[in-house]
């Protein structure tokens, strides 16, 4: 599994530049798949990390910080899946499917380098840098977050932009309904 991890996290830091050859790197078989999955649980620190600048800046939530990180930890487990099975569904319609494994693969992996950038660019907020310049950064880390998902649908997929936009949107929209449901958990 070390190498699995090694070859995942090179992979995704040339995906993170651009650079197609990252894909190279990337396990494209079903089973390869599967394995980039623990990119979850390696992305799950900086991912309480996000949630708890957050919470800092607007609050706890108002169910309480137990109930408010049971629900974001079921909507994360949640957003993983789902997205997966989403897009696998997605590129059978598409007549992709022989691609999706590199391209799931490289999403998993490439999710850590998402969220090592926002997290760098939340941390000068969370050290007291005005609020007007902290949104700035967390935009552009938003913005490159959008890239990189896009760049790495277009390439691993072999779509044109308009199709990979789909991914990329068919992620937003399933990230706004789940954070609706993770706020309604929360709340009590």
Do not use: H, K
């Not at 999706?100 to 050290?127: D, E, H, K």
């Amino acid at each position: 599994m070390r190498e699995v991890i090694v070859s995942g996290l090179a992979g995704a830091f040339l995906l993170g530049r651009g650079r197609s050859e990252g894909f190279a790197l990337m396990e494209d078989t079903p089973e390869g798949a599967w394995r980039s999955f623990v990119a979850a649980l390696l992305c799950l620190p900086a991912f309480l990390a996000i949630r708890v600048f957050a919470w800092a800046g607007i609050g706890a939530p108002e169910g309480g910080l137990l109930r408010g990180l049971l629900a974001e930890l079921i909507g994360y487990s949640i957003a993983w899946t789902a997205f997966a099975l989403l897009s696998l569904g997605i590129a059978r319609a598409w007549g992709r499917n022989g691609e999706w494994p590199r391209f799931i693969s490289a999403w998993n992996w490439t999710n850590i380098v998402q969220y090592l950038v926002l997290l760098a660019l939340m941390l000068p907020g969370a050290l007291g840098l005005p609020d007007a310049l902290s949104q700035v950064l967390t935009l552009v880390g938003l913005a490159y977050a959008v890239w990189l998902e896009w760049f790495v649908a277009r390439r691993a997929l072999g779509v044109e932009g308009g199709r990979a936009a789909i991914i990329v949107a068919l992620d937003l929209v399933l990230g706004l309904f789940l954070g609706g449901l993770i706020r309604t958990l929360s709340e009590g």
